[in-house]
Structures are given as C-alpha cells and as structure tokens.
C-alpha cells in the first residue's frame, strides 16, 4: 500500500472515528432530553403537545408562526407561556435547538431559583454553545464554580464607580459626535435608521472602555464591530427554532470559525498595542486615571510574583482574555445601544414624559446643552441626581428588556406555584421569562402603559413594583456586572440629545402597503427581533428634527 493510500486511509479513519463520537454524544442528549421530558409528562406538568420525534419544535414553531416576522425569541416564549404557562411555568424540549428548559414567569417561582445555593450561581452547559460564535471561548457568562469566580473577580475592578466616572469625558466625546451626525440629519431631513448610528455610537465606546483603544466605527467601519456584526447576523437567523437546524451545516460552521479567527486577530492586535503600551508606561512610571478592562487584567498578570514586564504573556492567559475580551466587546455595545434607541422610542412616542424628563435636565445642568456636556465630563456624578430620567430608563426596559437571564436546576430544587403545584427541574435549564413577568398584568398596574412614576412611588402605593417583578439586569449573584455603566451611559445619553432634538419613528412611512398582524406581540409596532440582544424591528426607521427647546 502506497504512502498517500495511507494517509488518505487515516484521515479518513480519523473523520469517522469524529463523526462517531459527535453522533453517540448527540444520542446520548437527545435520550436525555426525552427521558426527562417524558418524565414530566407522566407527572402531568404543563407543556406544549409534545411529538415523540420532534419534542416541542412543531409548538415552537407554530408559536413562532403566529408572531411578526424576526420577533425575538423572547417574544416566542412570551406567546408560549399565553398559551400553556398559565400557572407560571411550563416545561419546554427544543432538543436540537436547545437542551430541555423550565421556562419560569412567576417572580415568585424566579425567587426560589435566585435563593437556592446552587442554582442562584449555576449556569447550563448549553449557554456554552449559545456563546460559542461569540466569545469562542469560556466567558463570565458562561462560567461556572472556582473558574467564573477567578476571571469575576479579576475584571470587577474595572466596574468600580471611580473607575467608571474617569470613562466619562471620552464617553461625552463620543456622544458629541452622534450629536454632530443627528444635527446635519435634521439638516437634511431625510428618513434613516437609528439604530446602525447608535451600534457606531457604542462600538466606539466600548472600544475604549474595554481595549482603551480608538476604533473611530462612527466615523469609517471597523473590522472588530464589522466582524461581530457579521458572526450575529449569521448566529441570528430571522424566526429562529427550526431554521436554527442550520447551525449543523457545514458551510455556516465554517463561516462562524472563519469570523472567530478575525475577530481573535483584531482582539490579539488590541492586546499587543496595550502589553506595548504598559510596558512603556511602566518605564516611564505613568498612572493613568481611567483603566479599560484589558489594561486592569494585564496589571494583574504583570503584577505576579517573578513576573517582569519583558515577559511574553503566556498561551493560557492570552486565550481566557480573547474570550473574555470578545464577550465585553459585544455585551458592551449591543444591549446598551438597543436599550437607547428604545428610549428614543419612548420618550418621543410620550410627549408628557419628554416634558418632565426635559425639565428635569434644566434644572441639574440648566438650559444650556453645550455647557452639560462639559459638566458631565467634569463631575459624572451629576448624572446620580436624575431620579425621573432613572425612572424612564427602567420603564424602558421594562417593556423592552434586552437580555435574559437562565440558570442550571438540579435535583433538589423544586419549584412550587401558589397553588402548590411542583416543578422538578434536575436535567433541565431554567429560563427566566422577563419579558413576561415584566408585561403580565397580574403583577403590573397598566402593564402596557409607559408610567416611569411606578418606578418614584412609595412602598403601598398601587403602581409600586411587586419584588422580583424587574429585572432586566437578571437577579442575585449573575447579575449583569454591567448595569451601572448601561445606567450612567443612557442618562448621558438623554441629557445631551432629549433637549435638542425631536425623534420620529417612520414605521408606517416604511411599512407602506405591508400589513404586519401585531396581535400577538401586544399590538407593539416596534417589537423586538433578533439580532444579538433583542432589537426594534427594522433598526428603528425615523426622521430627526432641532427641536426648539433649547437652543444648540
Ligand atoms: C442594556 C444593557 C444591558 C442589559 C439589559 C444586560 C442584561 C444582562 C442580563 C439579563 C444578564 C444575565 C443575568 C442573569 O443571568 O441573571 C447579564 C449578564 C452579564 N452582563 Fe449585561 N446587560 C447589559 C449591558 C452590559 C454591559 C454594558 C456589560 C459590560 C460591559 C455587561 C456585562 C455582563 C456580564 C459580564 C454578564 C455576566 C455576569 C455573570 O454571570 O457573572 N452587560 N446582562
């Protein structure tokens, strides 16, 4: 037998010794899944009909069906608890879109889970493969034990309010020039989309915040934003479930992995100008005010015992910070920037609310917007005395929470309703539904309605928030490490472009003759859709206009 014959004899052993393995693997989670599912079913708990073969896709899919087109997934999970969660939870087997999860909308039943030893701090192996394009790698997301605590505790610093605070004279800089861009669109008058602006706006933020680098995305693409933004479109294909099968094709794995290795050169680019720029500014002893998360964990490396600043990072520690590095990249810009056009949304849909929130401006940083910029990168603990413009923030997302949280079960925790009814969840992940718990009109008073006053009132007032009923940011220990920067960030926000300018969503300029049922996503025109956190639907057509109020 020839050499080639050899070679071409062991890869293709090698090939079928992997295809053997990932096919025992699958049929080892899919047995898994049915076992538990079956299990459940037996005990009568509530859940979609279920298809031997297919589990709950069909149900999945139908619900997706009955929703606009691109409606997030929440929005899926939403309709699916209308439909078979009405004691607050219902069980769910999506196996090979996803392993088996206990959907929760009750903050009672969530509570049980936030408070449980395990569980509070648990993540599901499955989050792994949903981060995977992402991240490439373990994340703080993702993490479990000894190794979430390590990297938590290692990149918390970079949260600290001083830290924070010294971000914020780039952070106004930036916003100034997203001011310049809506100013010469309301020059022109013309409809455009908010929401591309904004992802340019936060790109460039974040770019500082985590690489202490200037990515200039608002004023020429950079690949690192371009590159995230072409993994998530191909991640997020439109109406999920069943065309989520398409993670299996070979042609989109080799898309994800080739977008993976671009992003891992830009993020291996941006720690090598950083190890540059410390060991320069370690010779010439320069402190610097602000800290960007990877300057903090490249502080701690070369802070080790034995370790000089020559030394080459080594081969572990450069790929835990691509991973992490990559997973801030994107949890930094994505679910903020949705989270302010969705603001834009609220505030201009209510002109009551833009007055109180206007008026409120005038009175911490006066009438004079050039002046507030300058205020908030001088003292960005101003921005603590907006209690309404806090209170707008929070019922923004309310209505339109960004993320979700999930967590693993086990064997002892068994959630129980009000009325006693048991919910095993050992085998199965627990999701969270915000969205529901957060639009369900047994917890909320005028649940639909936009009333920030809910979030001002005091403990026995009717609109006062039912505990554990928000929570956007998540609960208990995984809460999001980023909510006071998303808070900090969308107040400036606010401050600088509420006064100035007038935004008007143009959706039925763009909709035209197209007729969008909008029933089952609470006849909400600006539904949210797919695209890394949860989006407005068609990125947010509108036209912007000076508004008056205050001169530029
Ligand atoms: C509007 C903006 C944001 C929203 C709505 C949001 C929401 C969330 C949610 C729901 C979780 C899961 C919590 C849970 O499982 O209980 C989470 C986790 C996390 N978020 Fe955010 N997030 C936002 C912005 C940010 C930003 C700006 C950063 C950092 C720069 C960030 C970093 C993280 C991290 C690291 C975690 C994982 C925490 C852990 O498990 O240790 N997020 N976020």
């Not at 050499?3 to 992997?18: F, H, Q, W």
């Not at 009109?441 to 979030?455: D, S, T």
Request: aromatic share 10%.
């Amino acid at each position: 037998m020839g050499t080639a014959t050899l070679v071409v004899n062991a890869v293709a052993g090698m090939l079928l010794a992997v295809l053997l393995a990932r096919a025992i693997r699958f049929i080892l989670a899919l047995w898994t899944a049915r076992r538990f599912i079956m299990r459940m079913r037996k005990l009568e708990k509530p859940m979609p009909p279920f298809n031997p073969i297919l589990g709950h896709l069909l149900a999945g899919k139908t619900a997706s069906e009955e929703l606009p087109p691109g409606a997030h997934s929440m929005h899926i999970l939403n309709r699916m608890t209308a439909k078979y969660g009405s004691t607050g939870a219902y069980y769910l087997d999506m196996f090979p879109v996803m392993t088996p999860i206990l959907t929760v909308s009750d903050p009672h039943m969530a509570n049980q889970v936030m408070n449980h030893p395990f569980s509070s701090a648990e993540k599901p192996p499955a989050l792994i493969d949903w981060f995977l394009p992402i991240t490439g790698g373990p994340n703080l997301f993702t993490q479990n034990g000894d190794a979430w605590r390590h990297d938590h505790n290692l990149f918390m610093p970079f949260f600290s309010n001083s830290n924070l605070d010294a971000a914020f004279p780039f952070v106004v800089e930036q916003m100034a020039i997203y001011r310049d861009k809506l100013r010469a669109l309301s020059k022109s008058g013309e409809l455009f989309s908010l929401e591309p602006l904004t992802l340019a706006l936060m790109n460039d933020i974040i770019g500082r915040l985590v690489f202490n680098a200037q990515l200039g995305a608002q004023a020429t693409a950079h690949p690192l934003s371009d590159t995230m933004i072409r993994q998530l479109n191909l991640k997020f294909v439109a109406n999920g479930v069943v065309s989520n099968l398409g993670r299996l094709n070979p042609v989109k794995l080799f898309q994800f992995w080739n977008n993976g290795c671009i992003l891992d050169t830009h993020i291996r680019a941006q720690i090598n100008n950083r190890v540059a720029a410390y060991r320069s500014a370690k010779i010439d002893d320069e402190q610097a005010s602000f800290k960007s998360i990877l300057d903090i964990a490249l502080e701690t490396y070369y802070s080790q015992a034995g370790r000089r600043a020559t030394d080459e990072v080594d081969a572990d520690y450069l790929k835990m910070l691509c991973a992490q590095l990559r997973m801030f990249f994107f949890a930094g810009y994505d679910s903020t920037a949705a989270t302010m056009v969705y603001c834009c949304y609220t505030i201009w849909k209510h002109p009551e609310v833009l007055a109180k929130l206007r008026a409120e401006h005038d009175a911490v940083f006066g009438r004079n917007v050039a002046a507030a910029m300058d205020m908030i990168a001088d003292d960005p603990a101003l921005l603590n005395s907006l209690p309404y413009t806090n209170a707008v923030i929070k019922e923004t997302l309310r209505l339109f929470p960004a993320a979700a949280g999930i967590r693993q079960g086990c064997r002892d925790l068994v959630l129980k309703d009000e009325a006693g009814n048991e919910y095993p969840t050992e085998s199965c992940g627990i999701q969270i539904s915000h969205l529901s718990i957060q639009r369900n009109p047994k917890l909320w008073v005028r649940p639909l309605e936009f009333v920030p006053e809910r979030f001002l009132v005091e403990p026995g007032h009717e609109l006062y928030p039912l505990k554990g009923a928000w929570g956007p940011f998540g609960h208990g220990l995984r809460l999001c490490t980023g909510q006071a920067l998303v808070t900090k960030e969308v107040k400036a926000f606010l401050v600088l472009l509420s006064r100035e300018f007038n935004v008007k969503e143009c959706y039925d300029e763009v909709d035209g003759d197209r007729k969008i049922d909008l029933t089952n996503v609470d006849n909400e025109k600006v539904y949210q859709v797919e695209a890394g956190a949860a989006h407005p639907r068609d990125k947010f057509p509108c036209r912007v206009s000076l508004s008056g109020y205050v001169s530029p």
